[in-house]
């Protein structure tokens, strides 16, 4: 298996686009989470899935943000409109929800909004 | 929901010496507690773990203890060495709910 694997990268996006990063998680893995990472603030958990269903989305900041998980093997964190303050890194991160055993990192998506 | 607490959110020490980091969490629920490694541009990559039901668990210059009752735990490193440099992060998880503490960057001179 080759990993969480994100994309893109990096995003450069101006003030008011919309922006939308997407995660493929490993297969098998049954749990799927959206974290953010600034020098402030550290790693954010924004939301989660367990078998494809939000169970908590308490950290999601605002409306802006939504996230979806359409299946198993696919998710996506989209931001509409975006702002300079959520210039980030985010990262996808999935794991076998049952078993509380480690979590896999995608290499994260570098956000950076002008 | 739940609150990691994590301190110092930076270290420094000498190669060979030890490094310790701590944690703190708010929900007693919490049962796994694993630390990450989050070296430059890559995402975060578990070390070393300990369950609700352990108090110590060692993987050879990494240890890891907790205190269920004060609900703490800490990592330790022995004889760090340059590469051991990196942000580490603690986790407290109650029903697959992950939350992290802050980090901590530890810097080991040469």
Not at chain 1, 25 to 36: A, E
Not at chain 1, 50 to 72: C, L, Q, T, Y
Not at chain 1, 76 to 93: G, H, N, W
Request: net charge neutral; charged share 20%; glycine share 6%.
């Amino acid at each position: 298996d080759a990993g969480v694997i994100q994309s893109p990268r990096h995003e450069v996006t101006e003030m008011g686009q919309e922006v939308t990063l997407r995660c493929k998680p490993i297969s098998g893995h049954n749990s799927l989470f959206w974290y953010r990472q600034t020098m402030m603030r550290g790693l954010e958990l924004l939301i989660y899935f367990n078998n494809n269903v939000p169970i908590d989305d308490s950290g999601m900041p605002e409306d802006r943000f939504s996230a979806k998980m359409p299946n198993a093997s696919f998710s996506t964190l989209k931001i509409q409109p975006s702002e300079p303050r959520d210039s980030a890194v985010y990262f996808c991160a999935s794991t076998l929800s049952a078993l509380n055993t480690e979590a896999f990192f995608g290499q994260g998506t570098r956000l950076t909004v002008v | 929901g739940e609150n990691v607490e994590q301190h110092p959110s930076t270290l420094s020490v000498q190669e060979g010496d030890s490094a310790v980091i701590k944690c703190t969490y708010s929900d007693s629920a919490s049962n796994y507690f694993p630390w990450y490694k989050q070296e430059l541009g890559k995402g975060p990559q578990l070390i070393i773990d300990i369950r609700s039901n352990v108090g110590e668990k060692k993987d050879q210059r990494i240890a890891v203890t907790l205190n269920k009752t004060a609900k703490h735990f800490s990592l330790h490193i022995t004889e760090t060495q340059p590469e051991d440099s990196a942000v580490y992060f603690c986790a407290a998880i109650r029903r697959n709910d992950m939350r992290f503490g802050a980090g901590t960057r530890l810097t080991v001179k040469p």
